[in-house]
């Protein structure tokens, strides 16, 4: 059976797209396959994914000249000011990163896998189309340049390559099962104009599980089964679990996720198209100040690394709290010197107080308490103070498949012969914290190297049918 005859015979299909899936259909059509489709659950007014709410990727960089080139500019003073007097940011100190905030229950030989290829990964991107620029009022440690456009600029990019190169996106298409034919083939069905359909090669880049409420309660635990997103509602675990059914190992700490601190008006989930309001809910400013919950007591130290790196441990604290809520506190010196993001002045829910017994009292945050957290660790100096009440966000969850630094996704330790899982459907890459822009970088690194492989396979599975 020729692999590419009708509309429901695909060469590779991808299932969800995100960035990592859109990088896996783009590697397919440029590796040679001809009939490559991506299925995603969204309907096209609200396609993009999570990845469409983001706006940086972490990568190795050797040189000023190498940001340059993405940038493209030939000012050195500029991007000398955004390097901070960095003179590279090598494989080695991007693992280290990695894995001392991360925690212990990760595949090692995995990330260093895809950090070792990550520079190579952003100049594909680039070549394909993809474009970077300054980053805005970097706070310490943040990777120097973000892309053009944000979260969104990159998925509508990724898109029009897609669709540019010949691929076809079926929108409010969800898979959720999969079937494993006699000759080989891929079956899947699902709800959506995309199903039925075969294929010789299958991409799961479906995300994880943060949308789907009993399964947050089953594997994170009952105070996660009614927290907010900040993340797209759309991925509910169900690819995730259809491989899972058909033999696939499942890697990762299925019991933490990806949550940052947040505003408190933060909505119930976000969508594609909201960049700019996700990112002015951000509430990442708190090594400039304490973070102390509702008994006036710190739970968090504020100060341990760069912000970038610990702002997911804080946001998983958060929900442990009383109230699930958290306040971050900062004095007049970090108002004077205007350090903190507009978002944190202009949300309604911040109080600025001209004591800290008054923000306490206002905010019914135990005064007694705070005081004396204040006098035991003097963080914040003089008045006026800035209360700004925040909650936690879930993004993702770390649990999923096991693969090879391939993308192969294993069945009882061994590759699964034209399955891949690329993004957060991968588990295995965190485990407690998570150091920014990760994500987009894991999945491009895998996305690319799963769609070439998927499309090879494919064309060789067609010589033989």
């Not at 594909?124 to 440690?141: F, H, I």
């Not at 929108?171 to 999969?178: Q, R």
């Not at 951000?282 to 610990?310: C, K, Q």
């Not at 035991?376 to 649990?399: D, E, Q, S």
Request: hydrophobic content about 40%.
């Amino acid at each position: 059976m020729p692999v590419s005859a009708g509309r429901d015979e695909w060469q590779v299909i991808v299932a969800g797209a995100g960035n990592a899936g859109l990088c896996a259909g783009i590697a397919a059509l440029q590796a040679g396959a001809t009939a490559v489709a991506v299925v995603d659950a969204a309907p096209e007014k609200l396609r993009g994914g999570n990845s469409s709410l983001t706006k940086s990727m972490r990568f190795s960089w050797r040189d000023s000249a190498h940001l340059a080139r993405l940038l493209r500019t030939s000012d050195t003073g500029l991007v000398e000011e955004l390097v901070a007097g960095r003179s590279e940011y090598a494989n080695e100190q991007y693992l280290d990163d990695w894995l001392r905030v991360s925690g212990s229950q990760v595949n090692t030989a995995l990330i260093a896998s895809i950090i070792g290829r990550s520079a190579s990964a952003i100049t594909w991107m680039y070549e394909s189309g993809q474009r970077w620029e300054p980053r805005k009022n970097p706070l310490p440690g943040d990777v120097p340049v973000v892309l053009e456009g944000g979260g969104q600029g990159l998925q509508d990019r990724n898109f029009e390559q897609f669709e540019q190169l010949g691929g076809r996106v079926f929108h409010d298409s969800a898979l959720t099962d999969i079937e494993v034919t006699v000759d080989g083939m891929y079956h899947i069905k699902g709800v959506g104009p995309a199903f039925p359909a075969t294929c010789a090669a299958l991409v799961l880049a479906s995300g994880g599980f943060e949308g789907n409420e009993r399964m947050r309660e089953r594997y994170l635990g009952e105070s996660w089964r009614d927290v907010k997103l900040r993340g797209v509602p759309f991925n509910k675990g169900v690819p995730l679990m259809a491989a899972i059914a058909i033999g696939a190992d499942k890697a990762g700490n299925w019991a933490k996720c990806h949550a940052t601190p947040q505003g408190i008006l933060l909505p119930n989930h976000m969508l594609p198209g909201q960049m700019q309001e996700s990112h002015a809910l951000a509430r990442y400013a708190y090594p400039r100040g304490i973070v102390v919950n509702r008994n006036g007591l710190r739970f968090f130290d504020e100060a341990a690394d760069y912000g970038n790196l610990t702002y997911v441990t804080l946001g998983q604290k958060i929900l442990e709290q009383p109230g699930k809520v958290a306040f971050q506190i900062f004095d007049k010196a970090v108002l004077d010197a205007d350090l903190l993001p507009k978002s944190y002045l202009e949300d309604p829910a911040s109080v600025v107080a001209a004591s800290i017994e008054d923000g306490a009292r206002r905010l019914f945050i135990d005064v007694e308490n705070l005081v004396e957290t204040v006098r035991a660790h003097p963080r914040v100096g003089t008045p006026p103070y800035l209360f700004v009440p925040v909650v936690c966000g879930l993004t993702f969850t770390y649990g999923g498949l096991s693969v090879s630094p391939n993308a192969e996704v294993y069945g009882g330790g061994r590759p699964m012969i034209g399955l891949y899982a690329v993004g957060e459907i991968v588990g295995g890459l965190y485990d407690q914290g998570y150091p920014a822009g990760t994500g987009l970088t894991a999945g491009a690194v895998l996305g690319r190297a799963a769609g070439a492989s998927a499309a090879t396979y494919a064309m060789k599975i067609g010589e033989l049918l």
